[in-house]
């Protein structure tokens, strides 16, 4: 290999490490990151649910919800993203026409989008008492971020060098966290819940990248973005860690409940290869090269309050929810992933070590959530009719000259609404989300994404100490649709296995009910007439005592 290859090696496997630094983080929550939210029930009602966790999915919205499910619960859900993110870069490529290699030279650049098609996530989740606790609740579950984790943009478009190529180009990930949970009701007013997440996450990401040769201003490469000095690269990699959720619930009445659970911010450290699927200027493929990324996820919190509305008979009739949530992104990626590289095919000291920041640059976000639903019994069952909508403000809003195509970040205004059907221990949900994104500018002169050259030890900058060139000012324009669908079986109640109650005897005061009590009563949302049905609240004459 001549000296001349030896930058297209480097940097072709740098950039394979920055993509997956950049698309590390695929276990962000929202702030532009996921389009909210996981559970069908809790979609339908546009992501307000930590006041409510009345299915498995507390597992992740609010543990502390577990401790009002009696019995034994089995929960599969999932959903389809389909999301439509597009790029229209300004300017036209520095190419010049005459060039045989380079034909578009001085054309506009075509606009990209992902191509990747929906993305589905499951979501699976059992709780128990053991037929045997009224104030004790335990749950099993794995479930991944509410995101897409296979986005995928073109390396070309109509015979053309796509202009998003430098950023990404298809990272495929898979995030997972199996989840051991509890739910504890303290006192018949405070339920309290915690959870321990296993967080593991497999990534296989390919991106191209520019090489700088070195070799001068009539050199072949002397363009920063000359398509045949590009280079093909992957990254495989896998990482794990831990987080911890913890919830609570208080009822300060019978229709009204107060809800917030907190996330542990997660530290990421992920091991694997870099390969070079395709070297630029017909040189030789190097050897692949051990990489690790390390990057943080934020603390996240939610907090809700819920009105519950119930007729003479007990019955709840519906009920409306608002929901707020907080995540510290410019704590976790103020500056962004780093990236390292121990060693790189057969070259000298000049491929060992290499370090690489990816600048993220993100803000603090917050999203505010509401919903609710309207429950109607029929002679088979009860019908739920629910209802919502969800404001997400971006991670890069104060910042737009971050902007880029790794993570949709756009602000992301929704309106969602869903449907439930419980029947005989069996519970049957669909729900619908549509999700609207303000339309993004970088103006020509503010972009601040730049590609990284990796034979400058992943600065970006060119052999000469000059900056590259910014890729990512132009618009940015998203849109997406989100379709759920689960099933919540009873057991108990399918068995014909329900047990009557046992009250404990200092809560609030409230007497133990008649036997005949939890036959008789009717069912609230999502649950039919059965012994699991959540106690009686004490009459507001107890409270008042």
């Given at each position: 290999m001549s000296p001349t290859s030896k930058p297209p090696v480097h940097r072709a496997a740098a950039a394979a490490l920055i993509l997956a630094a950049v698309v590390g983080p695929r276990d962000a929550r929202a702030g532009g990151f996921e389009m909210p939210d996981n559970g069908t029930e809790a979609l339908g009602r546009g992501g307000a649910f930590v006041a409510k966790a009345s299915d498995p999915t507390a597992i992740q919205y609010n543990p502390a919800g577990l401790a009002e499910q009696r019995g034994t619960r089995l929960l599969l859900d999932g959903k389809w993203t389909a999301s439509s993110y597009e790029f229209q870069r300004f300017g036209t490529f520095p190419d010049n026409p005459r060039d045989p290699a380079t034909p578009w030279g001085g054309a506009m650049y075509p606009k990209v989008h992902d191509v990747g098609g929906p993305f589905f996530a499951p979501f699976l989740a059992a709780t128990t008492d053991f037929g045997t606790f009224d104030w004790l609740t335990v749950a099993v579950g794995v479930?991944?971020?509410?995101?897409?984790?296979?986005r995928t943009y073109p390396v070309g478009v109509r015979g053309a060098p796509a202009a998003s190529r430098y950023d990404?180009?298809?990272?495929?990930?898979?995030?997972?966290?199996?989840?051991?949970?509890?739910?504890?009701?303290?006192?018949?007013?405070?339920?309290?819940?915690?959870?321990?997440?296993?967080?593991?996450?497999?990534?296989?990401?390919?991106?191209?990248?520019?090489?700088?040769?070195?070799?001068?201003?009539?050199?072949?490469?002397k363009n920063a973005e000359y398509q045949p000095c590009d280079s093909l690269s992957r990254v495989d990699a896998t990482g794990s860690s831990w987080a911890g959720t913890a919830g609570v619930l208080v009822h300060p009445s019978r229709t009204v409940s107060l809800g917030a659970s907190v996330r542990t911010p997660i530290s990421i450290d992920a091991r694997g290869t870099a390969t070079v699927l395709q070297a630029p200027l017909d040189q030789p493929i190097p050897a692949p090269g051990q990489a690790t990324l390390h990057t943080e996820l934020p603390w996240y919190a939610r907090a809700g309050a819920r009105l519950a509305f119930v007729d003479p008979d007990g019955f709840e009739t519906?009920?409306?929810?608002?929901?707020?949530?907080?995540?510290?992104?410019?704590?976790?990626?103020?500056?962004?992933?780093?990236?390292?590289?121990?060693?790189?095919?057969?070259?000298?000291?000049?491929?060992?070590?290499?370090?690489?920041?990816?600048?993220?640059?993100?803000?603090?976000?917050?999203?505010?959530?509401?919903?609710?639903?309207?429950?109607?019994?029929?002679?088979?069952?009860?019908?739920?009719?629910?209802?919502?909508?969800?404001?997400?403000?971006?991670?890069?809003?104060?910042?737009?000259?971050?902007?880029?195509?790794?993570?949709?970040?756009?602000?992301?205004?929704?309106?969602?609404?869903?449907?439930?059907?419980?029947?005989?221990?069996?519970?049957?949900?669909?729900?619908?989300?549509?999700?609207?994104?303000?339309?993004?500018?970088?103006?020509?002169?503010?972009?601040?994404?730049?590609?990284?050259?990796?034979?400058?030890?992943?600065?970006?900058?060119?052999?000469?100490?000059?900056?590259?060139?910014?890729?990512?000012?132009?618009?940015?324009?998203?849109?997406?649709?989100?379709?759920?669908?689960?099933l919540v079986a009873v057991f108990d109640e399918v068995l014909g296995s329900q047990r009557a109650r046992r009250w404990h005897d200092g809560w609030a005061g409230a007497a133990p009910p008649p036997p005949h009590a939890e036959k008789s009563a009717p069912p609230s949302e999502s649950q039919e007439p059965k012994a699991d049905a959540p106690p009686p609240r004490p009459r507001k004459s107890d409270w008042d005592d």
């Amino acid at each position: 290999m001549s000296p001349t290859s030896k930058p297209p090696v480097h940097r072709a496997a740098a950039a394979a490490l920055i993509l997956a630094a950049v698309v590390g983080p695929r276990d962000a929550r929202a702030g532009g990151f996921e389009m909210p939210d996981n559970g069908t029930e809790a979609l339908g009602r546009g992501g307000a649910f930590v006041a409510k966790a009345s299915d498995p999915t507390a597992i992740q919205y609010n543990p502390a919800g577990l401790a009002e499910q009696r019995g034994t619960r089995l929960l599969l859900d999932g959903k389809w993203t389909a999301s439509s993110y597009e790029f229209q870069r300004f300017g036209t490529f520095p190419d010049n026409p005459r060039d045989p290699a380079t034909p578009w030279g001085g054309a506009m650049y075509p606009k990209v989008h992902d191509v990747g098609g929906p993305f589905f996530a499951p979501f699976l989740a059992a709780t128990t008492d053991f037929g045997t606790f009224d104030w004790l609740t335990v749950a099993v579950g794995v479930f991944g971020p509410s995101g897409v984790g296979d986005r995928t943009y073109p390396v070309g478009v109509r015979g053309a060098p796509a202009a998003s190529r430098y950023d990404v180009v298809q990272p495929s990930s898979i995030i997972a966290l199996p989840t051991l949970a509890v739910g504890i009701k303290a006192t018949d007013w405070l339920d309290l819940g915690l959870g321990l997440h296993y967080v593991y996450g497999s990534f296989a990401l390919t991106s191209t990248s520019f090489v700088d040769l070195g070799d001068g201003p009539t050199g072949p490469c002397k363009n920063a973005e000359y398509q045949p000095c590009d280079s093909l690269s992957r990254v495989d990699a896998t990482g794990s860690s831990w987080a911890g959720t913890a919830g609570v619930l208080v009822h300060p009445s019978r229709t009204v409940s107060l809800g917030a659970s907190v996330r542990t911010p997660i530290s990421i450290d992920a091991r694997g290869t870099a390969t070079v699927l395709q070297a630029p200027l017909d040189q030789p493929i190097p050897a692949p090269g051990q990489a690790t990324l390390h990057t943080e996820l934020p603390w996240y919190a939610r907090a809700g309050a819920r009105l519950a509305f119930v007729d003479p008979d007990g019955f709840e009739t519906g009920d409306v929810e608002i929901d707020g949530t907080y995540e510290t992104w410019h704590e976790a990626q103020g500056t962004g992933p780093q990236i390292h590289i121990d060693h790189l095919g057969p070259a000298g000291p000049a491929f060992d070590d290499i370090d690489i920041t990816v600048q993220h640059h993100y803000n603090d976000t917050f999203s505010i959530r509401a919903g609710g639903a309207y429950n109607q019994r029929t002679t088979l069952g009860v019908l739920s009719l629910r209802l919502g909508a969800y404001y997400d403000k971006s991670a890069t809003a104060d910042d737009p000259s971050y902007t880029r195509l790794d993570f949709d970040t756009l602000d992301k205004i929704a309106g969602t609404v869903g449907v439930g059907f419980s029947w005989d221990g069996f519970t049957l949900n669909v729900a619908y989300a549509e999700v609207f994104e303000p339309v993004r500018t970088v103006e020509p002169g503010q972009g601040n994404v730049r590609p990284i050259d990796g034979a400058q030890h992943g600065a970006t900058v060119d052999s000469q100490g000059n900056p590259l060139p910014a890729v990512n000012e132009g618009i940015y324009t998203g849109h997406t649709e989100m379709l759920a669908v689960g099933l919540v079986a009873v057991f108990d109640e399918v068995l014909g296995s329900q047990r009557a109650r046992r009250w404990h005897d200092g809560w609030a005061g409230a007497a133990p009910p008649p036997p005949h009590a939890e036959k008789s009563a009717p069912p609230s949302e999502s649950q039919e007439p059965k012994a699991d049905a959540p106690p009686p609240r004490p009459r507001k004459s107890d409270w008042d005592d």
